[in-house]
C-alpha cells in the first residue's frame, strides 16, 4: 500500500507540507516510462518532519488501493545493516541519460560502489550518518529525473536518490537518503493509515 519516494519530489525544499495528494499517480509493474504496468491514485503523502537542505529526504506515498502482487509487482526488504564501503550496489530510474541528454521510454540501470562516509566528506566536503554516497564512473550514475528511485544491495532497498552534485556522471558522488538510517521512521509512518 506505500510507496518510498524523495520528499522533494513532493514538496519543496524543507516544506513541512507536500503538494496535494490528488496531484499523483503512481505506475507500476512496467519499465516503460509512460506507459503500461497499473496506474495507481495516492491517497496520502507523509514526508519526513525533519527534510530540509537534502537531509531526511523520504516521503511515503499511501495509495488509494493495496498493490496486487504479481510478477512484475513485488514488495522490497529494506536494508537492514549499513552498506560497507566498496560493495556493488544497483540504482535505476527514468532520468535523463546526461545532463543535457534525453530522458528514456525505458528503465535504466546500473552498478555503483558505496563509498565510505569519509572519503565522501573529502569529495563533498559533506559525508553524513544519513545519507550514502555512491561512487561511479564518469558519465555514469544518477541524473536529473532519477530523484526518489531505488539503490539496492542483495536484493534489498539501502537508498533512495537523493541528489547529484554538478552536472549528472560528474566526478562527485551522488548521494542518496540512507534507508537503514531512517528505517524505523518508515516501519512506523507505514503502521499509520488512514
Not at 509493474?29 to 529526504?57: A, C, E, M, P
Not at 509487482?73 to 541528454?101: R, T
Request: charged share 20%.
Amino acid at each position: 500500500r506505500f510507496v518510498l519516494t524523495a520528499a522533494h519530489c513532493v514538496g519543496n525544499d524543507g516544506a513541512s507540507e507536500s503538494f496535494p495528494a490528488e496531484d499523483y499517480r503512481v505506475r507500476v509493474g512496467t519499465t516503460t516510462y509512460q506507459t503500461g504496468g497499473q496506474l495507481l491514485k495516492v491517497k496520502r503523502i507523509i514526508s519526513h518532519k525533519s527534510y530540509g537542505n537534502f537531509l531526511n529526504d523520504l516521503a511515503l506515498l499511501e495509495l488509494a488501493e493495496p498493490l496486487k502482487w504479481s510478477d512484475n509487482i513485488k514488495p522490497i526488504e529494506l536494508a537492514d545493516a549499513e552498506v560497507m564501503p566498496g560493495e556493488k550496489i544497483i540504482i535505476s530510474g527514468w532520468g535523463m541519460l546526461s545532463s543535457s541528454g534525453p530522458i528514456p521510454d525505458d528503465l535504466q540501470w546500473t552498478t555503483v560502489q558505496a563509498i565510505s562516509q569519509e572519503e565522501c566528506d573529502a569529495k563533498m566536503l559533506w559525508g553524513v550518518d544519513s545519507l550514502i554516497c555512491l561512487g561511479h564512473f564518469n558519465s555514469n550514475g544518477a541524473c536529473w529525473g532519477d530523484s526518489g528511485g531505488p539503490a539496492t544491495y542483495q536484493g534489498k532497498l539501502v537508498g533512495v536518490s537523493a541528489f547529484v552534485v554538478n552536472n549528472c556522471g560528474s566526478e562527485y558522488p551522488d548521494g542518496y537518503t540512507k534507508v537503514f538510517y531512517h528505517k524505523d521512521w518508515i516501519l512506523e509512518n507505514m503502521k499509520v493509515s488512514n
